[in-house]
């Protein structure tokens, strides 16, 4: 049994509310063992917002939606590197150092952001399965949805390499600012008046 973030996506929104009271069912009579799950919804306004619409935690640890891996994984898609990285525009903006790094995250993150497009609402399921059937039959053959799984454990990474990333630019970005601001602060003021 392997743990797994698992996207579901439908074409009418109901249905992901709807496989989100299913999919609380199947947990309850074991047939998944859940951590989190989520609705979500990626905004259609233009800035690339992802909203929690509802969530649990079956794990009775009651970790808030942002605390929690999904959180954390909507937290990296709404940060300034999936736009410096036009992870939303399809390409990828600047260079790196990292690229290998970086080139590994894009595929994770660029998969949600892919699958979950502006407007739509979906669900997140961190669960491990024994058996992927019962999901399946509720997902595809009675909601008519679709079902991606991403390993875990390679999700978990690539979270903590873009928070790295992210953190490491931030860092190069405002030494950037403050050196070219304390060379303007320095340099010698041409409009002042001359008093020789």
């Not at 970790?63 to 410096?84: F, R, Y």
């Not at 454990?153 to 690539?158: A, L, P, S």
């Amino acid at each position: 049994m392997s743990k797994r973030v698992i996207l579901l996506t439908f074409d009418i929104e109901s249905q992901s509310y709807q496989a989100f009271s299913e999919i609380k069912k199947l947990h309850v009579s074991r047939e998944i063992k859940g951590d989190q799950m989520a609705v979500v919804t990626h905004t259609n306004d233009g800035n690339h917002k992802f909203t929690i619409d509802d969530f649990i935690d079956f794990t009775g640890n009651n970790n808030a939606s942002t605390g929690g891996m999904i959180g954390m994984l909507l937290g990296v898609l709404v940060s300034p590197l999936a736009i410096l990285l036009g992870w939303f525009a399809g390409g990828m903006i600047g260079a790196t150092r990292d690229a290998k790094e970086i080139k590994d995250a894009q595929s994770v993150f660029e998969s949600v952001v892919n699958q979950i497009g502006e407007g739509m609402t979906a669900v997140i399921l961190i669960a491990d399965e024994e058996d992927n059937r019962p999901l399946n039959q509720l997902v595809m053959n009675e909601l008519g949805g679709q079902i991606t799984r991403l390993d875990y454990d390679e999700v978990e990474d690539e979270i903590k390499n873009a928070q790295h990333v992210e953190s490491e630019t931030k860092a190069a970005a405002q030494k950037n600012w403050d050196d070219k601001h304390s060379d303007k602060q320095t340099a010698p003021d041409s409009d002042a008046p001359d008093t020789k």
